[in-house]
């Protein structure tokens, strides 16, 4: 950007790890304008130029560039994240999606559907008889564990290793806040392989009713594009869904009045899931790399830099969600979420995580009171993906 505008721009130290991406500063930068300065680059704040920059073809994900700004320039971390559907575009990325996406259409997710109500009732019969638990362990962590592995055909055994694994993944966004996330990704990623590579000639040799087994039958890729994908896919569809539990629990815990509605209106459910994620975004940041030059309302932006949208405070944005000041369930905003993406790229499983919340969040309010913060909240960066890695709950039972 030029020198003038940077004079005037508010900036924000969002690598800081106590950075809130709702903090007051956060939105005095929003109402002063579109964007501010940080440590990354231009970080977006409203929702109308955030959707925009998301669909604009002059960006792409930049995976390689990413990787170089901190520190990775081989290894395992660049041999899975470089190459990732998520960092493919045009027809290599068409063909992945494509064998990917007959995964995720209605009918298989409506087939999934009496699967989660079984396993949050079962897992709601822990809580009930518990009546205080770390709710990230007791719930967010193994019910789309569960989904997970019934969509995969992974073991329930090794849920438990999935877990640790496909949640350190995650730290893979927040990299540039330091500490000894680079290490926990390599391992991570290290271990997924050694599985994958393990469950690939499973069922090669037996084959079963799940995907994998459907991919490999179908030998459209290379064993490593299919070890790639499925290493993705057990992070896409474990960990964004855990954190979002996660924060919608917190978020409730914080509105007891919502809980109570949901547990009067269990039809409010869809509208719940789609706030729950407005306000607290599992995707808090999405970040692009442009690939070109170009102006893009007063700011210039040059080939190679990245540009972050900063998800969670873009979508309490009052141009884009009038009143959504407030978490209320029967808002109902017709402004799009940001944190799924958009154009290509729109998040696969974008449509399982609302079912899996959408399921269980009425099984939790009909069976509990709302949940009561009992200790300590620890949580991730705010950059990336977002969420508590503890959260203690107590829920009271309902008669």
Known sequence: MDGAAHSVMPYLDVVDPDFDLTAPEVFAAQAAGWYADSPLGPFVLRHAQAHELLRDRRFDHGGDDYLRRNGITSGPIYDWWVPMIVNRDGPDHRRLRGLVSRSFTPRTIGRLRPFVRATAEALADEIAEAGEVEFVGAFADRLPLAVMGELLGVPAADHDVFSVWSSDLGLIFALATGGDKAARVEQAVTGLDAYIDALIDEKTKNPADDLISA????????????????????????????????????????????????????????????????????????????????????????????????????????????????????????????????????????????????????????????????????????????????????FPVLA
Request: net charge negative; charged share 20%.
């Open 215 to 394: 991919m490999v039958a179908e030998q459209a890729v290379t064993r490593e594009e299919l070890r790639n994908l499925l290493v993705t896919l057990v992070f896409g569809a474990h960990d964004n869904t855990r954190q979002q539990f996660s924060n919608a629990l917190v978020t409730f815990a914080e509105h007891p009045a919502q809980w109570t509605l949901l547990h009067d209106r269990p039809d409010l459910a869809g509208n719940a899931v789609t706030e729950t994620m407005r306000w607290r975004p599992a995707a808090a940041s999405i970040f692009h790399r442009a690939v070109e030059d170009f102006e893009f309302q007063g700011l210039s932006v040059t080939a190679g830099s990245f540009v972050t949208i900063a998800a969670q405070t873009a979508q309490r944005d009052p141009r884009a969600y009038p009143g959504g000041e407030v978490f209320d369930i029967t808002a109902g905003f017709e402004a799009p979420l940001l944190q799924f993406g958009a154009g290509p790229h729109y998040c696969l499983g974008a449509a399982l995580a609302q079912a899996e919340l959408a399921e269980s969040l009425p099984i939790l309010t009909r069976r509990f009171g709302p949940p009561v913060i009992t200790g300590e909240v620890t949580w991730r960066p705010a950059i990336g993906t977002h969420g508590p890695d503890r959260l203690p709950l107590h």
